[in-house]
């Protein structure tokens, strides 16, 4: 039987609806709206992001983009604004998996860069596809879409930072890591 998209209480086709509450509590995490993220691969220990369902693509404020060749592939340099420049400038480098347009929040379309990085978030971490843009209007520099979430977070709209930023190392426990690595 097929069900139509909207079924309003009482009508006798919901008997044929199998919710599956509770199911997957163990395969997502409970996210907020706003999070502090990770992005190791890059090395970009804690950012704050927007976690957006209504997006679809995630999204990376980044300037200054130049692309370059590599081993005969496209990879783009970039940078992040608002890190410390304690060693030198800090760019991040990325091989382009694709450019493709991309419908901004304000209606425009716009090409974009493409990389593929890891996301750490929740306790978790995985690969994602991120856009490369210049969010400078917008209030968080990143924004993690629906294709990064989907199997892995659920979010709450009425909370944020349930995952708190990530902690610091002391200063003499990087030192100690260090020699030892």
């Not at 009508?11 to 995490?29: I, K, M, Q, Y």
Request: without cysteine; positive net charge.
């Amino acid at each position: 039987m097929r069900l139509p998209k909207i079924l309003l209480d009482g009508d006798p086709r919901l008997d044929a609806v199998h919710w599956r509450v509770g199911e997957s509590e163990g395969a997502h995490a409970i996210v907020g709206w706003r999070e502090w993220v990770g992005l190791p691969d890059l090395g970009i220990a804690r950012l704050r992001a927007k976690v957006d369902t209504g997006a679809r693509t995630s999204a990376l404020h980044a300037i200054r983009l130049k692309p370059f060749e590599r081993d005969g592939k496209t990879w783009v340099a970039f940078h992040v604004e608002g890190e410390r420049r304690s060693k030198g400038k800090p760019q991040h480098e990325a091989q382009v998996v694709d450019q493709r347009m991309v419908k901004s929040s304000n209606g425009t379309m716009e090409m974009r860069y493409v990389i593929s990085t890891a996301l750490m978030l929740a306790g978790r971490r995985w690969p994602i596809e991120i856009t490369l843009t210049d969010r400078s209007d917008m209030e968080l520099p990143m924004l993690v879409g629906r294709s990064a979430m989907e199997g892995r977070l659920l979010v709450d709209p009425e909370r944020s930072y349930l995952w708190h930023r990530p902690k610091r190392k002391s200063r003499k426990a990087a030192s100690a890591q260090e020699e030892n690595a």
